[in-house]
């Protein structure tokens, strides 16, 4: 059974920092690479980051040098710290396997709300 719990959202003022954690079930931890995705409404989820297995990690053009995602193999985590927040950034945050499809399993997601 493929379980994704993501957690540490919250409302923080722009400019601020979050972390957000992701805890996966072990199959899906393991053998893929994972990613951390964004979605607002009425627009398509969206790829923020990802990180291989062997660490190499990538972003979108919109977070570079802002957003860092790291991964615990020990612990099936895989967390993004968020720093420099901007109010576009605000949006619901999923992280899954990369690539991930519109009808695999997704967790609640944790929402991230920046002020102005």
């Known amino acids: 059974q493929v379980q994704l719990v993501e957690s540490g959202g919250g409302l923080v003022q722009a400019g601020g920092s979050l972390r957000l954690s992701c805890v996966a079930s072990g199959s899906i931890f393991r053998a893929n690479s994972m990613g951390w995705y964004r979605q607002v409404p009425g627009k398509q989820r969206e790829l923020v980051a990802l990180?291989?297995?062997?660490?190499?990690?990538n972003s979108a053009d919109s977070v570079k040098g802002r957003f860092t995602i790291s991964r615990d193999n020990a612990k099936n985590t895989v967390s993004l710290q968020m720093n420099s927040l901007k109010s576009e950034d605000t949006a619901v945050y999923y992280c899954?396997?990369?690539?991930?499809?519109?009808?695999?399993?997704w967790g609640q997601g944790t929402q991230v709300i920046v002020s102005s």
């Open positions: 990180i291989t297995r062997d660490g190499t990690t």
């Open positions: 899954n396997k990369f690539p991930a499809l519109r009808y695999d399993p």
